[in-house]
C-alpha cells in the first residue's frame, strides 16, 4: 500500500513558508516606510515578550542568496514568502519604491535560477503604518489601496511568479489586532471587529479579481488559519460552544467567499456586520479562488463560559486536560487535527483544491557539539502531520501540497523570539545558520518521495 500511495504523490508540491515581517529586518532601508508591525513592536513594545521587535530577525534583505543556497542544497523545490506593503509602497498608496522592488525582483531571479518555484503571499500582516493612520482595516477605503498595491506587484513580478496568495490568516490579523489589541495594529472591540472583517473578506475577492484579469492563468489562492475544534464534555452547552468557536474560527472567512454568507445563525453578535454592507457586497464577497491556503497547527477543546463576552465560550488549555505533548506556543500536538480539517474544507463544495501552507511546531532547540541540532520533536511532530494530510489525499481530498512553517526560526509576532519554528536554527546575534536534524529529515523524505515518483 506504501508503494501506490506514494505513487499518489506526483505533482504533489512540498515546500517550506515565511513571511517579510518575521524575516527581513532591514526595517527602514532602501527607502521602505514602516508598517503597523514596526510602530506596535517599536512604540508599545510592552505587548511583545522581552520588548522584542523585527527591526533585524534574520536579516533576510542581506542573507537572502544564502538562506536559498541552504534551502536548495536540501532539495526544497518551493519557497512561500511574502512581499512587504510597505518597502513597495512607503505610504501605502501612491510613491512606488523602486528599491523595494528591486529587493523583490533579486529574490525571484535567484529562486528561479537555483529552480526553486516561488509561492508569494500578497499580505502577511505587515499593513502601512500611513495606511493605518487613516483607520487600516477598519476603512473601507483599503479596498482600492489594496488594489493599487496588488496592481504593482502582479505587474512587476508576474512574468515570473505564477501562484499568489492574497491574505494571510485573515482571522488572525483581524481578531488578535482588531478586537483583542494583541497584535499590531492593537485595537479592540467589536466597532473595529467588525468592520476590519468584512473588508478583509472583501479584499480577498478585489485581490483575487485583479490578479486573474491581469493574468488569467495565474494560479490565485488565500490562506485561513484553522484548528479541528471538539467540546470539552457531552453537555449541550459546551457543544453549542464549540459550534460557535468553530464558527468563529473555521467558518468565518471562508463561507462568504463561497457565496454561503457569514455565519451569523450560530455567531449572533456578527449579524450588527450588515451595518458595514455596501449595494452588491454579496456578490463582491464572492470569489472563485483556484486554491485555498490550509493552516493548522493544533485542535482546540471549547467550553462554555458565562463570562467570556459574545462568544460565551473559551479554550481549555493543555495544561488543563490530558494532553501527550503540546509544543512552546502552548499548543496541542494532534496530528488528526489537519486531517479533520483537510476533510472539513474538501467538503465544500466550492473549494477546488487545498494546499497546506503552513504547519510545523515550536521546540525548546538545543546545540550540541559539532554544531548539530537534534530537534527530534519537531520530526516526529512533522512526520505525523505530513501522514495525517497524506491519509487524507489517500481517501480522495484533494489536497495538493504541504508547506512547513517554517524556514528559518525567526520573529513569532507578540512571542518575540522565543518560539523557533525553523528547519534551519537562526543565532540571532551572530546570523548564523544551523540545519536541524528535521530539517535534514524533511529534505531526505521529499526527495525520497519524488524519487518513488519518477522511477
Ligand atoms: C501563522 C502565521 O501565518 C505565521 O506568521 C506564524 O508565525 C505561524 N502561524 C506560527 O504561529
Not at 240 to 266: C, H, Q, S, W
Not at 288 to 304: A, C, M, P
Not at 319 to 332: A, F, G, I, P
Not at 440 to 450: A, E, P, T
Amino acid at each position: 500500500m506504501v508503494k501506490n500511495f506514494e505513487k499518489e504523490l506526483k505533482d504533489f508540491v512540498w515546500g517550506v513558508s515565511s513571511s517579510a515581517y518575521q524575516t527581513e529586518g532591514a526595517h527602514d532601508w532602501d527607502g521602505k516606510g514602516p508598517s503597523i508591525w514596526d510602530e506596535f513592536t517599536n512604540k508599545k513594545s510592552r505587548k511583545i515578550r522581552n520588548r522584542e521587535n523585527a527591526n533585524v530577525a534574520c536579516d533576510f534583505y542581506n542573507l537572502y542568496k544564502h538562506d536559498l543556497q541552504i534551502l536548495k542544497g536540501l532539495n526544497i523545490s518551493n519557497y512561500r514568502f511574502s512581499i512587504s506593503w510597505p518597502r513597495i509602497k512607503p505610504n501605502g498608496i501612491g510613491k512606488i519604491n523602486y528599491k523595494g522592488l528591486d529587493f523583490y525582483n533579486r529574490l525571484i531571479d535567484e529562486c528561479l535560477d537555483l529552480g526553486i518555484v516561488p509561492w508569494v503571499t500578497l499580505y502577511h500582516w505587515d499593513l502601512p503604518q500611513e495606511l493605518e493612520k487613516k483607520g487600516g482595516w477598519v476603512n473601507r477605503d483599503v479596498l482600492s489601496w489594496m488594489e493599487e498595491y496588488v496592481e504593482v506587484c502582479a505587474h512587476a513580478f508576474g512574468d515570473r511568479v505564477k501562484n499568489w496568495m492574497v491574505l494571510n490568516e485573515p482571522m488572525v490579523f483581524v481578531g488578535a489586532g482588531y478586537f483583542l489589541g494583541v497584535h499590531a495594529p492593537g485595537r479592540v472591540g467589536m466597532g473595529n471587529f467588525l468592520p476590519a472583517i468584512h473588508h478583509a473578506t472583501l479584499a480577498m475577492g478585489v485581490g483575487g479579481r485583479l490578479l486573474k484579469s491581469i493574468n488569467p492563468s495565474f494560479h490565485v489562492g488565500t490562506t485561513f488559519s484553522c484548528s479541528h475544534i471538539e467540546p470539552y464534555s457531552f453537555e449541550e452547552k459546551d457543544q453549542m460552544a464549540a459550534v460557535r468557536v468553530d464558527a468563529l474560527l473555521n467558518r468565518l472567512f471562508i463561507e462568504p467567499i463561497l457565496g454561503l454568507g457569514y455565519p451569523t445563525k450560530e455567531l449572533s453578535p456578527l449579524r450588527k456586520i450588515q451595518d458595514y454592507f455596501k449595494p452588491m457586497d454579496e456578490e463582491k464577497l464572492r470569489f472563485d479562488f483556484d486554491f485555498i491556503g490550509i493552516q493548522n497547527y493544533t485542535r482546540e477543546i471549547v467550553k462554555y463560559s458565562f463570562w467570556t463576552p459574545y462568544l460565551k465560550a473559551k479554550l481549555v488549555k493543555p495544561q488543563h486536560r490530558n494532553v501527550l505533548s503540546y509544543t512552546l506556543m502552548n499548543w496541542e500536538v494532534y496530528p488528526d487535527s489537519i486531517y479533520h480539517i483537510i476533510k472539513k474544507f474538501d467538503n465544500y463544495e466550492g473549494v477546488k483544491k487545498i494546499y497546506i501552507t503552513e504547519n510545523g511546531a515550536a521546540f525548546d532547540d538545543h546545540i550540541h557539539d559539532n554544531d548539530l541540532i537534534h530537534d527530534h520533536m519537531r520530526t516526529d511532530y512533522l512526520k505525523d502531520h505530513i501522514y495525517a494530510v497524506l491519509r487524507a489525499k489517500h481517501e480522495g481530498a484533494k489536497v495538493e501540497g504541504y508547506f512547513v512553517w517554517t524556514w528559518t526560526d525567526n520573529f513569532e509576532w507578540a512571542e518575540g523570539y522565543r518560539p523557533r519554528f525553523g528547519l534551519v536554527y537562526v543565532d540571532f546575534k551572530t546570523q548564523k545558520r544551523i540545519v536541524k536534524s528535521s530539517g535534514y529529515w524533511y529534505s531526505k523524505y521529499i526527495n525520497n518521495l519524488i524519487a518513488i515518483d519518477t522511477v
